[in-house]
Protein backbone atom coordinates (compact mmCIF):
# COMPACT_ATOMS: atom_id res chain seq x y z
CA UNK A 1 0.00 0.00 0.00
CA UNK A 2 1.19 3.48 -1.00
CA UNK A 3 1.72 5.52 2.13
CA UNK A 4 2.58 9.00 2.86
CA UNK A 5 4.91 9.53 5.55
CA UNK A 6 6.59 12.55 7.52
CA UNK A 7 10.29 11.97 8.40
CA UNK A 8 12.39 14.75 10.33
CA UNK A 9 9.80 17.17 8.96
CA UNK A 10 9.56 16.28 5.18
CA UNK A 11 7.06 14.06 3.53
CA UNK A 12 8.17 11.57 1.14
CA UNK A 13 6.07 8.96 -0.70
CA UNK A 14 6.93 5.21 0.13
CA UNK A 15 5.34 1.84 0.72
CA UNK A 16 4.37 0.00 3.54
CA UNK A 17 3.36 -3.77 4.30
CA UNK A 18 5.00 -6.70 2.64
CA UNK A 19 6.82 -7.64 -0.27
CA UNK A 20 10.34 -5.86 -1.62
CA UNK A 21 8.52 -2.67 -2.23
CA UNK A 22 10.93 0.64 -1.06
CA UNK A 23 9.93 1.46 2.42
CA UNK A 24 9.64 5.13 3.03
CA UNK A 25 13.01 6.62 4.42
CA UNK A 26 14.56 10.43 5.01
CA UNK A 27 15.18 12.36 2.50
CA UNK A 28 19.22 12.58 1.17
CA UNK A 29 19.50 16.08 3.06
CA UNK A 30 18.24 14.83 6.12
CA UNK A 31 20.69 14.15 9.29
CA UNK A 32 21.46 10.73 10.53
CA UNK A 33 18.71 9.61 13.00
CA UNK A 34 19.44 9.49 16.49
CA UNK A 35 20.82 5.92 18.03
CA UNK A 36 17.91 3.44 18.51
CA UNK A 37 16.62 3.28 22.33
CA UNK A 38 14.95 0.29 23.45
CA UNK A 39 11.76 0.52 24.97
CA UNK A 40 9.76 -2.27 26.58
CA UNK A 41 7.03 -3.08 25.01
CA UNK A 42 4.24 -1.81 27.33
CA UNK A 43 5.50 1.53 26.39
CA UNK A 44 5.19 1.36 22.47
CA UNK A 45 1.50 1.37 22.99
CA UNK A 46 1.93 4.88 24.27
CA UNK A 47 3.92 6.46 21.70
CA UNK A 48 1.43 7.99 20.05
CA UNK A 49 0.03 9.21 23.80
CA UNK A 50 3.44 11.00 24.72
CA UNK A 51 1.33 14.83 24.40
CA UNK A 52 -1.10 13.06 26.55
CA UNK A 53 1.23 12.15 28.99
CA UNK A 54 2.70 15.65 29.58
CA UNK A 55 -1.04 17.12 30.38
CA UNK A 56 -2.06 14.76 32.73
CA UNK A 57 1.49 14.95 34.80
CA UNK A 58 1.25 18.91 34.72
CA UNK A 59 -2.27 19.11 34.93
CA UNK A 60 -2.07 16.44 38.03
CA UNK A 61 0.81 18.45 39.14
CA UNK A 62 -1.26 22.12 39.30
CA UNK A 63 -4.18 20.56 41.42
CA UNK A 64 -1.95 19.51 43.58
CA UNK A 65 -0.26 22.73 43.43
CA UNK A 66 3.09 21.33 43.15
CA UNK A 67 6.13 22.40 41.15
CA UNK A 68 7.16 21.03 38.04
CA UNK A 69 9.68 19.34 37.50
CA UNK A 70 13.68 19.40 37.74
CA UNK A 71 14.17 16.99 35.07
CA UNK A 72 13.05 17.31 32.40
CA UNK A 73 12.18 20.77 33.61
CA UNK A 74 10.10 23.46 32.01
CA UNK A 75 12.22 24.25 28.94
CA UNK A 76 12.63 20.86 27.88
CA UNK A 77 8.69 19.84 28.31
CA UNK A 78 8.08 23.08 25.93
CA UNK A 79 10.53 22.00 23.18
CA UNK A 80 8.95 18.48 23.07
CA UNK A 81 5.65 19.84 22.52
CA UNK A 82 6.86 22.21 20.00
CA UNK A 83 8.18 19.06 18.15
CA UNK A 84 4.82 17.79 18.21
CA UNK A 85 3.27 20.03 16.56
CA UNK A 86 3.07 19.92 12.05
CA UNK A 87 3.49 22.35 9.95
CA UNK A 88 0.53 22.51 8.51
CA UNK A 89 -1.43 22.69 11.77
CA UNK A 90 -2.64 20.59 14.79
CA UNK A 91 -0.43 18.21 16.79
CA UNK A 92 0.37 14.51 16.78
CA UNK A 93 1.12 12.57 19.86
CA UNK A 94 4.49 12.39 19.25
CA UNK A 95 7.41 13.95 16.93
CA UNK A 96 7.09 13.20 13.67
CA UNK A 97 3.36 11.96 14.49
CA UNK A 98 0.49 12.75 11.82
CA UNK A 99 -1.65 15.70 13.32
CA UNK A 100 -4.50 14.64 15.16
CA UNK A 101 -7.78 16.32 17.23
CA UNK A 102 -7.33 14.21 20.81
CA UNK A 103 -3.17 14.92 21.00
CA UNK A 104 -3.75 18.53 19.29
CA UNK A 105 -5.84 19.45 22.37
CA UNK A 106 -3.90 17.40 25.08
CA UNK A 107 -0.89 19.52 24.00
CA UNK A 108 -2.76 22.78 23.89
CA UNK A 109 -3.98 22.19 27.24
CA UNK A 110 -0.68 21.78 28.27
CA UNK A 111 0.95 24.60 26.85
CA UNK A 112 -1.82 26.80 28.96
CA UNK A 113 -1.34 25.08 32.26
CA UNK A 114 2.52 25.92 31.86
CA UNK A 115 1.67 29.56 31.04
CA UNK A 116 3.95 32.26 29.93
CA UNK A 117 5.04 33.77 26.62
CA UNK A 118 7.75 31.28 25.93
CA UNK A 119 5.27 28.16 25.85
CA UNK A 120 2.11 30.21 24.46
CA UNK A 121 3.82 31.32 21.66
CA UNK A 122 4.65 27.76 20.59
CA UNK A 123 1.12 27.47 19.09
CA UNK A 124 0.90 28.54 15.00
CA UNK A 125 -2.85 29.42 15.44
CA UNK A 126 -3.46 30.55 12.22
CA UNK A 127 -1.94 26.81 11.19
CA UNK A 128 -3.98 25.16 14.20
CA UNK A 129 -7.49 27.23 12.71
CA UNK A 130 -6.61 25.47 9.20
CA UNK A 131 -6.04 22.35 10.28
CA UNK A 132 -9.40 21.98 12.67
CA UNK A 133 -11.42 23.41 9.12
CA UNK A 134 -9.60 20.80 7.63
CA UNK A 135 -11.20 17.90 9.98
CA UNK A 136 -14.83 19.28 9.31
CA UNK A 137 -17.42 17.23 7.75
CA UNK A 138 -19.90 19.39 5.74
CA UNK A 139 -23.67 19.86 7.32
CA UNK A 140 -25.24 18.00 4.00
CA UNK A 141 -22.46 14.96 4.80
CA UNK A 142 -23.86 14.30 8.53
CA UNK A 143 -21.46 16.85 10.14
CA UNK A 144 -18.79 15.90 12.95
CA UNK A 145 -14.98 16.32 12.36
CA UNK A 146 -12.58 13.42 11.95
CA UNK A 147 -9.92 12.58 14.61
CA UNK A 148 -7.21 13.38 11.38
CA UNK A 149 -6.98 12.74 8.22
CA UNK A 150 -9.14 9.95 6.99
CA UNK A 151 -10.19 8.93 10.39
CA UNK A 152 -13.10 8.01 12.01
CA UNK A 153 -16.07 10.50 12.82
CA UNK A 154 -17.20 11.02 16.73
CA UNK A 155 -18.18 13.63 19.36
CA UNK A 156 -14.44 13.29 20.88
CA UNK A 157 -13.59 15.37 17.43
CA UNK A 158 -16.32 17.85 18.31
CA UNK A 159 -14.85 18.68 21.56
CA UNK A 160 -11.53 18.91 20.92
CA UNK A 161 -11.44 20.94 18.61
CA UNK A 162 -13.73 23.54 19.87
CA UNK A 163 -12.20 23.20 23.34
CA UNK A 164 -8.52 23.88 22.00
CA UNK A 165 -10.24 26.88 19.79
CA UNK A 166 -11.57 28.26 23.37
CA UNK A 167 -8.16 28.25 25.14
CA UNK A 168 -6.74 30.18 21.96
CA UNK A 169 -9.29 32.61 22.08
CA UNK A 170 -10.00 31.67 18.41
CA UNK A 171 -13.87 31.56 17.01
CA UNK A 172 -15.62 28.70 18.16
CA UNK A 173 -18.83 29.79 15.93
CA UNK A 174 -17.24 29.38 12.73
CA UNK A 175 -15.39 26.17 13.52
CA UNK A 176 -19.44 25.07 15.12
CA UNK A 177 -20.76 25.77 12.16
CA UNK A 178 -18.60 24.64 9.67
CA UNK A 179 -19.25 21.31 10.38
CA UNK A 180 -22.81 21.24 11.66
CA UNK A 181 -21.38 20.40 15.38
CA UNK A 182 -24.92 21.18 17.53
CA UNK A 183 -27.07 19.20 15.08
CA UNK A 184 -24.74 16.10 15.46
CA UNK A 185 -24.42 16.06 19.01
CA UNK A 186 -27.93 16.60 19.25
CA UNK A 187 -28.16 13.11 17.24
CA UNK A 188 -25.43 11.40 19.75
CA UNK A 189 -27.93 11.76 22.07
CA UNK A 190 -29.28 7.89 22.87
CA UNK A 191 -32.59 6.98 24.15
CA UNK A 192 -31.12 6.66 27.39
CA UNK A 193 -30.40 9.86 27.96
CA UNK A 194 -26.50 10.32 27.70
CA UNK A 195 -24.50 10.98 24.49
CA UNK A 196 -22.65 8.28 22.04
CA UNK A 197 -19.80 8.73 20.07
CA UNK A 198 -21.87 9.21 16.87
CA UNK A 199 -25.75 8.75 16.11
CA UNK A 200 -27.21 5.05 17.04
CA UNK A 201 -24.34 4.43 19.81
CA UNK A 202 -24.78 3.38 23.50
CA UNK A 203 -24.43 6.50 25.73
CA UNK A 204 -21.16 6.84 27.67
CA UNK A 205 -19.94 8.87 30.06
CA UNK A 206 -16.57 10.48 28.26
CA UNK A 207 -18.60 10.88 25.23
CA UNK A 208 -21.73 12.66 27.12
CA UNK A 209 -18.52 15.19 28.85
CA UNK A 210 -17.52 16.43 25.12
CA UNK A 211 -20.96 16.34 23.52
CA UNK A 212 -22.09 18.75 26.39
CA UNK A 213 -19.25 20.69 26.87
CA UNK A 214 -18.94 21.36 23.41
CA UNK A 215 -22.84 22.76 23.52
CA UNK A 216 -21.66 24.84 26.52
CA UNK A 217 -18.72 26.30 24.84
CA UNK A 218 -21.29 27.54 21.89
CA UNK A 219 -23.61 28.54 24.92
CA UNK A 220 -26.43 25.77 23.14
CA UNK A 221 -26.52 23.19 25.45
CA UNK A 222 -30.76 23.72 25.42
CA UNK A 223 -30.18 21.41 22.26
CA UNK A 224 -30.33 18.50 24.33
CA UNK A 225 -33.16 16.65 26.20
CA UNK A 226 -31.63 18.52 29.48
CA UNK A 227 -34.00 16.51 31.94
CA UNK A 228 -32.98 12.91 30.38
CA UNK A 229 -29.83 13.88 30.25
CA UNK A 230 -29.49 14.85 33.91
CA UNK A 231 -31.95 11.86 35.23
CA UNK A 232 -29.18 9.50 33.25
CA UNK A 233 -25.94 10.35 34.79
CA UNK A 234 -27.33 10.86 38.52
CA UNK A 235 -28.30 7.04 37.93
CA UNK A 236 -25.37 6.09 37.13
CA UNK A 237 -23.77 7.57 40.45
CA UNK A 238 -23.34 4.24 42.21
CA UNK A 239 -25.50 4.17 45.35
CA UNK A 240 -22.96 2.28 47.03
CA UNK A 241 -19.53 3.27 46.02
CA UNK A 242 -20.75 6.57 45.56
CA UNK A 243 -18.58 6.95 42.12
CA UNK A 244 -19.88 6.88 38.59
CA UNK A 245 -20.19 4.28 35.76
CA UNK A 246 -19.16 5.02 32.31
CA UNK A 247 -22.46 3.30 31.31
CA UNK A 248 -25.29 1.38 32.39
CA UNK A 249 -24.95 -2.13 33.93
CA UNK A 250 -21.11 -1.54 33.95
CA UNK A 251 -18.29 -1.22 37.18
CA UNK A 252 -17.69 2.06 38.50
CA UNK A 253 -14.57 3.88 37.47
CA UNK A 254 -12.64 6.50 39.34
CA UNK A 255 -11.95 8.50 35.78
CA UNK A 256 -15.43 9.26 35.47
CA UNK A 257 -15.86 11.52 38.48
CA UNK A 258 -14.69 14.08 35.89
CA UNK A 259 -16.78 12.62 33.06
CA UNK A 260 -19.89 12.44 34.40
CA UNK A 261 -19.26 13.82 37.86
CA UNK A 262 -18.82 17.46 35.44
CA UNK A 263 -22.03 17.03 33.79
CA UNK A 264 -24.49 17.95 36.77
CA UNK A 265 -22.41 21.15 37.31
CA UNK A 266 -21.85 21.59 33.75
CA UNK A 267 -25.92 21.69 33.43
CA UNK A 268 -26.58 23.58 36.75
CA UNK A 269 -23.83 26.45 35.23
CA UNK A 270 -24.92 26.75 31.84
CA UNK A 271 -29.08 25.24 31.62
CA UNK A 272 -29.47 26.28 35.55
CA UNK A 273 -33.32 26.04 35.54
CA UNK A 274 -33.11 22.18 34.82
CA UNK A 275 -29.83 20.82 36.46
CA UNK A 276 -30.70 20.36 39.59
CA UNK A 277 -34.08 19.30 39.54
CA UNK A 278 -32.96 16.38 37.50
CA UNK A 279 -30.91 14.42 40.59
CA UNK A 280 -32.90 13.58 43.09
CA UNK A 281 -30.44 10.39 44.60
CA UNK A 282 -30.38 12.80 47.55
CA UNK A 283 -34.21 12.55 47.84
CA UNK A 284 -34.72 8.72 47.70
CA UNK A 285 -35.80 7.23 50.72
CA UNK A 286 -34.23 3.99 51.98
CA UNK A 287 -37.05 1.70 51.43
CA UNK A 288 -37.33 3.12 47.51
CA UNK A 289 -34.07 1.94 46.86
CA UNK A 290 -34.40 -1.38 45.07
CA UNK A 291 -30.90 -2.19 44.23
CA UNK A 292 -29.50 -6.03 44.74
CA UNK A 293 -27.53 -4.86 47.50
CA UNK A 294 -30.26 -3.28 49.03
CA UNK A 295 -32.57 -6.20 48.69
CA UNK A 296 -29.85 -8.38 50.30
CA UNK A 297 -29.68 -6.72 53.04
CA UNK A 298 -33.16 -6.20 53.82
CA UNK A 299 -33.72 -10.01 53.25
CA UNK A 300 -30.88 -10.85 56.27
CA UNK A 301 -33.27 -8.48 58.44
CA UNK A 302 -36.52 -9.94 57.88
CA UNK A 303 -34.56 -13.83 58.43
CA UNK A 304 -33.21 -12.24 61.55
CA UNK A 305 -36.30 -10.61 62.54
CA UNK A 306 -38.42 -14.19 62.20
CA UNK A 307 -34.96 -15.89 64.18
CA UNK A 308 -35.07 -13.16 66.90
CA UNK A 309 -39.02 -13.38 67.46
CA UNK A 310 -38.82 -17.41 67.78
CA UNK A 311 -36.15 -17.20 70.40
CA UNK A 312 -37.82 -14.79 72.34
CA UNK A 313 -40.77 -16.82 72.53
CA UNK A 314 -37.90 -19.85 73.97
CA UNK A 315 -36.47 -17.12 76.03
CA UNK A 316 -39.72 -16.14 78.02
CA UNK A 317 -40.86 -19.77 77.92
CA UNK A 318 -37.23 -20.48 79.97
CA UNK A 319 -37.72 -17.80 81.88
CA UNK A 320 -41.26 -19.13 83.09
CA UNK A 321 -40.26 -22.76 83.56
CA UNK A 322 -36.90 -21.35 85.87
CA UNK A 323 -39.29 -19.10 87.43
CA UNK A 324 -42.21 -21.67 88.32
CA UNK A 325 -39.09 -24.23 89.31
CA UNK A 326 -37.88 -21.20 92.03
CA UNK A 327 -41.42 -20.72 92.82
CA UNK A 328 -42.11 -24.38 94.36
CA UNK A 329 -38.65 -24.88 95.34
CA UNK A 330 -37.71 -28.02 92.95
CA UNK A 331 -33.62 -27.58 93.38
CA UNK A 332 -33.20 -30.65 91.48
CA UNK A 333 -34.66 -28.48 88.83
CA UNK A 334 -34.13 -24.87 89.26
CA UNK A 335 -30.38 -25.47 87.97
CA UNK A 336 -30.96 -26.83 84.46
CA UNK A 337 -33.68 -24.51 84.04
CA UNK A 338 -31.83 -21.45 84.71
CA UNK A 339 -28.85 -22.89 82.22
CA UNK A 340 -31.34 -23.23 79.76
CA UNK A 341 -32.74 -19.63 80.80
CA UNK A 342 -29.45 -18.26 80.26
CA UNK A 343 -28.62 -19.82 77.14
CA UNK A 344 -31.81 -18.66 76.03
CA UNK A 345 -31.24 -15.16 76.94
CA UNK A 346 -27.85 -15.09 75.34
CA UNK A 347 -29.07 -16.43 72.43
CA UNK A 348 -31.47 -13.63 71.43
CA UNK A 349 -29.04 -11.08 72.50
CA UNK A 350 -26.86 -12.23 69.89
CA UNK A 351 -29.55 -12.22 67.65
CA UNK A 352 -30.67 -8.92 68.70
CA UNK A 353 -27.30 -7.57 67.90
CA UNK A 354 -27.29 -8.94 64.81
CA UNK A 355 -30.34 -7.49 63.84
CA UNK A 356 -29.01 -4.26 64.77
CA UNK A 357 -26.10 -4.73 62.63
CA UNK A 358 -28.19 -5.48 59.50
CA UNK A 359 -30.52 -2.50 59.78
CA UNK A 360 -27.77 -0.48 59.86
CA UNK A 361 -26.33 -1.97 56.81
CA UNK A 362 -29.35 -1.47 55.30
CA UNK A 363 -28.89 2.34 55.22
CA UNK A 364 -25.24 2.24 54.32
CA UNK A 365 -26.50 0.72 51.60
CA UNK A 366 -29.42 2.57 50.66
CA UNK A 367 -27.17 5.69 51.27
CA UNK A 368 -24.22 4.99 50.22
CA UNK A 369 -21.05 6.61 50.73
CA UNK A 370 -23.24 9.17 52.05
CA UNK A 371 -23.61 7.41 55.41
CA UNK A 372 -20.63 7.03 56.04
CA UNK A 373 -20.44 11.19 55.42
CA UNK A 374 -23.31 11.53 57.77
CA UNK A 375 -21.09 9.57 60.54
CA UNK A 376 -18.90 12.87 60.96
CA UNK A 377 -15.98 12.85 58.58
CA UNK A 378 -14.05 16.67 59.09
CA UNK A 379 -15.54 19.05 56.31
CA UNK A 380 -18.76 17.23 56.56
CA UNK A 381 -22.10 19.08 57.50
CA UNK A 382 -23.07 19.30 61.01
CA UNK A 383 -25.85 16.75 62.06
CA UNK A 384 -28.99 18.83 61.70
CA UNK A 385 -27.71 21.50 59.35
CA UNK A 386 -29.24 21.78 55.87
CA UNK A 387 -27.07 21.01 52.95
CA UNK A 388 -27.53 22.13 49.04
CA UNK A 389 -29.48 19.50 46.85
CA UNK A 390 -26.61 17.29 45.26
CA UNK A 391 -24.40 18.17 47.90
CA UNK A 392 -24.81 14.58 49.21
CA UNK A 393 -24.19 13.12 46.02
CA UNK A 394 -20.78 15.45 45.56
CA UNK A 395 -19.68 14.20 49.46
CA UNK A 396 -20.32 10.42 48.16
CA UNK A 397 -17.87 11.04 45.93
CA UNK A 398 -15.42 12.41 47.21
CA UNK A 399 -15.66 9.58 50.02
CA UNK A 400 -15.08 7.21 47.24
CA UNK A 401 -12.22 8.98 45.59
CA UNK A 402 -10.26 9.55 48.97
CA UNK A 403 -10.86 6.22 50.64
CA UNK A 404 -10.99 3.78 47.62
CA UNK A 405 -9.30 5.84 44.04
CA UNK A 406 -5.92 7.06 46.55
CA UNK A 407 -2.75 4.21 45.93
CA UNK A 408 -1.01 4.30 49.74
CA UNK A 409 2.50 4.97 47.73
CA UNK A 410 1.16 7.71 45.46
CA UNK A 411 -1.53 8.02 42.41
CA UNK A 412 -4.91 7.64 41.78
CA UNK A 413 -6.74 4.42 40.40
CA UNK A 414 -9.51 2.91 38.83
CA UNK A 415 -10.73 1.74 42.04
CA UNK A 416 -9.15 -1.08 44.73
CA UNK A 417 -7.11 -3.51 43.03
CA UNK A 418 -5.62 -1.48 39.99
CA UNK A 419 -2.66 0.01 39.59
CA UNK A 420 -2.36 3.65 39.53
CA UNK A 421 -1.44 5.72 36.54
CA UNK A 422 -1.28 9.49 35.26
CA UNK A 423 -5.00 9.62 33.16
CA UNK A 424 -6.48 8.12 36.38
CA UNK A 425 -4.65 10.75 38.48
CA UNK A 426 -5.36 13.52 36.33
CA UNK A 427 -9.01 12.98 36.25
CA UNK A 428 -9.72 11.66 39.79
CA UNK A 429 -8.30 14.97 41.09
CA UNK A 430 -10.26 16.78 38.62
CA UNK A 431 -13.38 15.27 39.49
CA UNK A 432 -12.89 16.20 43.30
CA UNK A 433 -11.84 19.80 42.26
CA UNK A 434 -15.06 19.56 40.16
CA UNK A 435 -16.79 18.21 43.34
CA UNK A 436 -16.15 20.93 45.84
CA UNK A 437 -15.90 23.86 43.32
CA UNK A 438 -19.85 22.45 42.63
CA UNK A 439 -20.84 21.39 45.89
CA UNK A 440 -19.39 23.93 48.58
CA UNK A 441 -18.12 21.19 50.96
CA UNK A 442 -14.58 19.74 51.15
CA UNK A 443 -14.38 16.47 52.66
CA UNK A 444 -11.71 16.10 54.84
CA UNK A 445 -11.45 19.90 55.32
CA UNK A 446 -9.38 22.64 54.14
CA UNK A 447 -5.96 20.87 53.53
CA UNK A 448 -7.86 18.63 50.76
CA UNK A 449 -9.04 21.62 48.39
CA UNK A 450 -8.24 21.77 45.32
CA UNK A 451 -7.85 25.11 42.67
CA UNK A 452 -10.48 25.65 40.78
CA UNK A 453 -11.23 23.42 37.36
CA UNK A 454 -12.64 25.29 33.98
CA UNK A 455 -15.30 23.40 33.94
CA UNK A 456 -15.59 23.31 29.67
CA UNK A 457 -11.65 23.03 29.25
CA UNK A 458 -10.89 20.95 32.24
CA UNK A 459 -7.54 23.14 32.54
CA UNK A 460 -6.71 25.36 35.80
CA UNK A 461 -8.98 28.37 35.64
CA UNK A 462 -6.95 30.96 36.80
CA UNK A 463 -4.52 29.81 33.90
CA UNK A 464 -7.05 29.82 31.01
CA UNK A 465 -7.93 33.80 32.06
CA UNK A 466 -4.33 34.19 31.88
CA UNK A 467 -3.94 32.24 28.54
CA UNK A 468 -7.09 33.86 26.54
CA UNK A 469 -6.16 37.56 27.94
CA UNK A 470 -2.89 36.71 26.15
CA UNK A 471 -4.35 35.83 23.01
CA UNK A 472 -6.24 38.29 22.61
CA UNK A 473 -4.09 40.96 22.12
CA UNK A 474 -2.72 38.95 19.50
Known amino acids: ?86 PEGGFGGGPYQLPHLAPTYAAVAALVTLGGPQALSVIDRPALMRFLLRMCIPPEQGGGMVMHDGGEVDVRGCYCALAACHMLNLDVQTLADCCGMVDFIRRCQSYEGGIGG ?54 VDGCYSFWQGAVLPLLDRYAPSNARATDTRTEQRPDQDLSPETLAARALVHSLAVRLEAAEKLEAKAEAAYSSAVHAQNDAAVSNLQ ?24 AAVAHGAAALVATGLPGAPAAGRD ?24 GMRDKPGKA ?55
Open 339 to 362: HAARTAQHASQRLREGLDRARSQV
Open 1 to 86: MLVRCRVRGQFEWGWAGGGSQPQCSATSNARDPAPYTPYLSGFLGLDASRTWLCYWILHGLVLLERPFPAQPDRDSIITFLASCQD
Open 198 to 251: EPGNEAHGGYTYCGLAALCLLDRCQALDIPSLGSWVAALQAPFEGGYAGRTNKL
Open 420 to 474: PDYYHTCYCLAGLAVSQAWSGVVVGGPCNALPTVDLRCNVRADALADARAWFSGR
Open 387 to 410: VAQGSVCAQSLQVWLLAACQELRG
